[in-house]
T-cell receptor
């Protein structure tokens, strides 16, 4: 399967703990996006990378959130000192620069903060 | 900034009946338009997209959508619904300029299909 993959698929953590999610995009895609989806809502943009450079962040991305894409391939999203309001599905998508609007989504990581 | 409205939170149809899901957008020009489907526990799958040209676009799984500039709408249709179409459907817009090109999604329409 050469689609976007995300790991883990589910994460349950206690409030105050740190969590890290991984996204592996489609191999030739140089753009990578993170979105957050809460219950009953559509996905909301968090941040995106072109190759290894993080080029834009949403206001939704508080200081407790950090994302990296060190070699321009996989990406990680870390949430420090998790809060119950962070409970959501975190979706990763990738695209080619020449076709930036056609984004391919991974299955998501569902985070539950107790 | 662009926005998307999906006025119907939940729609129920019988198998074999026709389907129309509504989507209205707000943007100063013609945006790029998408419909995605999400099954429980799954990511988003692209059904179809509109960039320019013919305003009636065909997608996968027998879906089609029509762009109407005068109504700022991009409604999704299917002539005969199958039980496997039960899922959540999201309309999204992307802007044709700017660097990020992130998508802005509506809040979704949950489709239930009755046997």
């Amino acid at each position: 399967d050469t689609g976007v993959s995300q790991d883990p698929r589910h994460k349950i953590t206690k409030r105050g703990q740190n969590v890290t999610f991984r996204c592996d995009p489609i191999s030739e895609h140089n753009r990578l996006y993170w979105y957050r989806q809460t219950l009953g809502q559509g996905p909301e943009f968090l941040t995106y990378f072109q190759n290894e450079a993080q080029l834009e962040k949403s206001r939704l991305l508080s200081d407790r959130f950090s994302a990296e894409r060190p070699k321009g391939s996989f990406s990680t999203l870390e949430i420090q000192r998790t809060e119950q309001g962070d409970s959501a599905m975190y979706l990763c998508a990738s695209s080619l620069v020449r076709d930036v609007n056609e984004q391919f989504f991974g299955p998501g990581t569902r985070l539950t903060v107790l | 900034a662009q926005s998307v409205t999906q006025p119907d939170i939940h729609i129920t149809v019988s198998e074999g009946a026709s389907l129309e899901l509504r989507c209205n957008y707000s943007y100063g020009a013609t945006p790029y338009l998408f419909w995605y489907v999400q099954s429980p526990g799954q990511g988003l799958q692209l059904l179809l997209k509109y960039f320019s040209g013919d305003t009636l676009v065909q997608g996968i799984k027998g879906f089609e959508a029509e762009f109407k500039r005068s109504q700022s709408s991009f409604n999704l249709r299917k002539p005969s619904v199958h039980w496997s179409d039960a899922a959540e459907y999201f309309c999204a817009v992307g802007v044709p300029s700017g660097s990020a090109r992130q998508l802005t999604f509506g809040s979704g329409t949950q489709l239930t299909v009755l046997p």
